[in-house]
């Protein structure tokens, strides 16, 4: 029989394992930068990683992307507006491949 020490290890053991999980599938296809921290705080929040790696927008179009998820209530601060702009145009822009996404198996039913 399972005594309440046991099963409390295994409850912070699961749910250690989620969150983890959960971090890792938001933030796993955003690049290094000096502004990746502030995408997975800002952008992630609210969407996937996927979301935003899978746009190929210009600097400009950025700009009115990162104006409109701030109107919609992402936290970035005005002084690291441009920045992020920068780090999202610089890693997503229009001439980069189209994104892939990666595929797993399914399960057969």
Request: aromatic fraction near 6%; proline fraction near 6%.
């Amino acid at each position: 029989m399972w005594n309440l020490k046991t099963i409390r290890i295994v409850v912070v053991a699961v749910v250690s394992c989620g969150l983890l999980w959960a971090q890792s599938a938001n933030t796993a296809d955003l690049p290094d930068g000096t502004m990746q921290a502030k995408a997975r705080t800002a952008c992630t929040e609210c969407h996937e990683a996927r979301i935003i790696v899978q746009q190929r927008l210009s600097k400009p179009a950025w700009g009115k992307e990162v104006d409109k998820m701030i109107k919609w209530g992402a936290v970035v601060d005005a002084a690291d507006k441009d920045a992020l702009v920068d780090y999202l145009s610089a890693n997503f822009p229009p001439d980069k491949a189209p994104y892939v996404p990666t595929r797993t198996a399914s399960p057969k039913h």
